[in-house]
């Protein structure tokens, strides 16, 4: 691929952008109806502000995608806001929305991302003119990119992965890659095998960090909803089934099945990844004969109920606190896993498939120090599960050995902000020299 066919696929798809732009309220108000966009909020969207942008002092752009992400460089975004930096902070989606409401609303200013189109970024830019801006993980957008780049705005990705379906995608078009990747002022990637991945795919300041998520505190629940359903619960024994995909529900289901004449009262917690799939989830559980109560109806688990389904967004940290036995999905059914550190930091015993690859560094980690086990199947996550359960010794030291693991694992904030030194000193000192001048004229 010759630079101007690069070129060439960068303008086509800016082209695409400004011609996609008219028409995109279509697709803005779908995601509205789906409950996947703020009705209130849409305009953010297309890269009108909110508020305005504070009159003095340099400003950062912190984009992260959702929850997972957001929780991570909560600490991040904090350090920075307590130099006196002003920080803008972006997320994708509600959830992450709340999460940086209730966690940071003291020190930094929330939009919802803008649409990657040219119209939307650009509107954006020119009302928040960010000094730096620092992405999360891989959020790859080519037009905010290109834009950042015209304006000279430094970017730097931080807690970095690559997962090994995005690797292989982007080394199919290793110019492109490159003509991307070597914008970033720098990568501060998770693990070493991450930090090579971006080195081959171009960019060019490359240092490893570790995971910014062992430096973020466990996820919230409500004091209120977790008491009320650890009440409904009461001394049962149970498990539960986290981010399940398609598929993974009624291998769930069958555990459960062999499980209840073992465990009288188990009662089994599936949290779908993507909860708008509920009503097919428990029409097939019920097809099962399995008594079912669901959460988005406000629904506690019943003396009868079998199976506790977590079909709401945003509740993870209140899901993980009802057990002390989690198996995480997209690892059975379907490929990549799911970020074990949230159930790790909560003293839950973590069981997965073998399909962890995004997650790789994390649970070999976890599975040295014996913090997690990997099944193969169905039949293997029944023997897992009952043995937790009837073992509460073994249970404790998977559970004490996670949280060890994520002891371990911390320090990532501080390595992270020492990369980023470079970048955040100069507007730091802005900060000083402008109080010192407004001291000044003070007396």
Not at 76 to 84: F, H, P, Q, T
Not at 289 to 308: H, M, N, Q
Not at 361 to 379: F, M, T, W
């Amino acid at each position: 691929m010759t630079d101007a066919v690069i070129r060439a696929a960068l303008g086509a798809y800016g082209l695409v952008g400004r011609l996609a732009y008219p028409v995109v309220g279509p697709y803005v108000g779908y995601r509205i109806s789906r409950g996947k966009e703020d009705r209130r909020r849409r305009r953010e969207r297309y890269g009108f502000a909110s508020y305005e942008r504070p009159e003095n002092g340099p400003l950062v752009w912190v984009h992260a995608a959702s929850v997972g992400e957001s929780a991570a460089v909560a600490p991040l975004v904090r350090s920075i806001a307590d130099d006196g930096v002003n920080v803008v902070m972006t997320t994708g989606t509600m959830t992450s929305a709340e999460l940086v409401a209730d966690r940071l609303s003291d020190c930094a200013v929330h939009q919802y991302v803008p649409l990657d189109l040219k119209p939307c970024v650009s509107r954006f830019l020119d009302h928040w003119r960010p000094d730096l801006a620092i992405v999360a993980e891989s959020e790859i957008w080519p037009m905010t990119m290109m834009e950042l780049r015209r304006r000279h705005v430094p970017q730097v990705l931080v807690n970095a992965r690559l997962s090994d379906r995005s690797f292989q995608r982007w080394k199919g078009a290793p110019r492109l890659a490159e003509a991307l990747f070597e914008g970033f002022a720098h990568v501060v990637a998770q693990s070493d095998v991450d930090g090579e991945r971006f080195h081959i795919l171009g960019a060019r300041a490359v240092s490893v960090a570790g995971n910014l998520k062992a430096d973020a505190g466990p996820l919230p629940a409500a004091t209120s909803s977790l008491t009320e359903i650890v009440e409904a619960l009461g001394s049962r024994p149970r498990w539960a089934a986290l981010s399940t995909h398609a598929g993974e529900e009624a291998i769930v289901a069958n555990v459960h099945l062999a499980l209840a004449p073992r465990h009288p009262g188990l009662c089994t917690i599936i949290v779908p990844r993507h909860p708008h799939r509920a009503e097919e989830i428990e029409k097939a559980l019920s097809a099962m004969g399995l008594k079912v109560a669901r959460r988005s109806r406000g629904e506690r688990p019943a003396a009868d109920t079998e199976i506790f389904l977590g079909d709401t967004m945003g509740e993870m940290g209140l899901y993980l606190r009802l057990t002390e036995i989690a198996f995480l999905g997209k690892s059975m059914a379907a490929e990549g896993g799911q970020n074990p550190l949230e159930a790790a930091m909560l003293s839950t015993v973590v069981v997965s498939g073998r399909y962890v690859q995004n997650f790789r560094d994390v649970y070999q980690r976890l599975l040295r120090k014996g913090g997690a086990r990997i099944v193969r199947d169905g039949e293997g996550l029944t023997a897992s599960v009952d043995q937790f359960l009837k073992e509460p010794a073994t249970r404790l030291a998977m559970a004490r050995a996670a949280s060890e693991t994520v002891e371990e694992m911390r320090g990532a904030l501080d390595r992270t902000l020492q990369a980023l030194h470079p970048f955040l000193h100069p507007l730091k000192l802005s900060v000083s020299l402008e109080r010192r001048g407004r001291a000044a004229l003070a007396k």
